[in-house]
């Protein structure tokens, strides 16, 4: 068992006890009153039911791993992406926060302790950062459907508030890379489950349920976080590709995808200068 979830109901139990919310009443919002975005939400809300409907894997909001025979794998390389991170965090502090990333996570972060280090984001490539983790980005492709793959970094005291995705059609995965102790002030909640972070070992979730994470210790924790297109039947499986590849269009994506362009261009021309740096 990857996580240590505190209810251990199984997974078809689970699902039926739990409801996935398709507004954000009492929940904090993670879109944009803008009317590109509220039109393309609505889309979203009806494409949401049909992928509750036509799921190969039931709607539970935590997965057991064997539902997915690939998270094996990755799992026995995690050693080799542990070994890309720690070089990466050599430069922690100059890693961007999320927020400075993807404007509208400043619903629910406003802080610099959540960082980031992207592979993937929605699907489009961050080349350079590939070229830094050539033996993760390796490993990352052998998740079917992959459209996100980053770094998560949440530093000492970081406690995001209960959110929910702004879609169903994904599924996500942390995989413990960094996971301090003490075990009972870093953990995840999934609807009504607690889990804990486990290095080497994955958790799967679906992130459109309600949820909440926090690091109450006073080390950083990192995993690698993995978004992947979830397996469904047609027709939601056509109707769910259509959206994956319009979402690419839409404003607040284009946005942070740009955001991140620029952070990178500053980053690597910082590592630039310092490697052509005179030495006396």
Known sequence: MASVPHDTAPQQETAKASRQTFGTAGITPMSRPSLTTRLFMAIVAWAERLNLAYSKVGNPPVYDNATFPWVAEIEREWPLIR?????????????????????????????????????????????????????????VQKIPGLKTAMFS?????????????????????????????????????????????????????????????????????VVLFVDFVKPLRFPARLVNWLLMNLAIFTPFIREGLDNHKEWEKRFYAEAEALRNRPRH
């Open 83 to 139: 070994a890309e991170l720690d070089r990466i965090l050599l430069r922690q502090s100059e890693l961007p926060s999320f927020q400075d990333i993807s404007t509208d996570v400043k619903t629910i972060s406003t802080d610099q302790r959540w960082k980031t280090f992207f592979l993937i984001g929605f699907g489009v490539k961050s080349e350079q950062n590939i070229r830094q983790c050539p033996e993760t980005w390796r490993i």
């Open 153 to 221: 970094i949440f530093e000492p005291g970081k406690h995001l508030p209960a959110h929910r995705g702004p879609y169903n059609g994904v599924l996500r995965l942390h995989l413990g890379l960094v996971v301090p102790e003490p075990r009972d002030k870093l953990a995840i909640r999934v609807d009504r489950q607690i889990c804990h972070w486990q290095e080497g070992k994955a958790l799967v979730f679906d992130d459109a349920y309600e949820h909440e994470a926090w690091n109450h210790t006073d080390k950083t924790r």
